[in-house]
Every structure is written in C-alpha cells, then in structure tokens.
C-alpha cells in the first residue's frame, strides 16, 4: 500500500482560493483527488499521471481548478480557485490502480487518505 495524506483544506468565502496538498509515501503510477459533500456520494474531481503528467477533471471544476504534480517529491496539489459554496465538504487523494488514469471509476482507487476538510461561505 501506498499512504497518502491530504492537507491545505482551510475555510474562506465564495471567490477565494485554496491549493491541497497530496503527499505519498512512494511513487505511484496515478492519483486522483476526490470531493464528497455532506450526505453526498464521494465525487471524483481531477487525476493525474505521475510520471507524464496528463490530467482529467470533471466538468464541475474545468477551468476552476488545476492539478499539478512533482514526481520525485511524491507530491501532488490541487489549486481550487473561483470557490463555491457547493465545492464545501472533504477532498481525499488516492491511487489510482492499473494502467489508465480515470475519473469515471472510483473504484479504480484505493489506499485513499484520511481527507481534508473545505468549507466556502457565501
């Protein structure tokens, strides 16, 4: 297993701007970063490939949020930008397995962290 463990979640107002944090352990081939809203299912938000660094992300955060990585550091952030009061709840990070790097499977992930806690105000 890989530990992953988030950090950087912070409350600010709608408009603000927040960047997590996703530290490993070890390398792994792919991470994912994860929104679950009170009482929601847990959402995919973005993934990137560790070594190439190709991203996805879901429609809700295009053009909102960036997901970056450095591979020798094991490290990967989410920049979120233009917060929402629907972006509030806990953001996980976790890897992804095999070969693709996708947000439409979350059952593609595993060793998720423990989450970090964003609330937006309006």
């Known amino acids: 297993q890989v530990q992953l463990m988030e950090s950087g979640g912070d409350s600010v107002q709608a408009g603000g701007s927040l960047r997590l944090t996703c530290s490993a352990s070890r390398y792994t081939y792919c991470v994912g970063w994860f929104h679950q809203a009170p009482g929601k299912e847990r959402e995919a938000v973005a993934s990137?490939?560790?070594?190439?660094?190709?991203?996805v992300y879901a429609d809700s955060v295009k053009g909102r949020f960036t997901i970056s990585r450095n591979s020798a550091q094991n490290t990967v952030w989410l920049q979120m930008d233009s917060l929402k009061p629907e972006d509030s709840g806990i953001y996980y990070c976790a890897r992804g397995r095999g070969l693709r790097c996708s947000i439409a499977e979350i059952g593609d992930y595993e060793d998720w962290g423990q989450g970090t806690q964003v609330t937006v105000s309006s």
């Open positions: 990137i490939y560790m070594s190439g660094g190709l991203t």
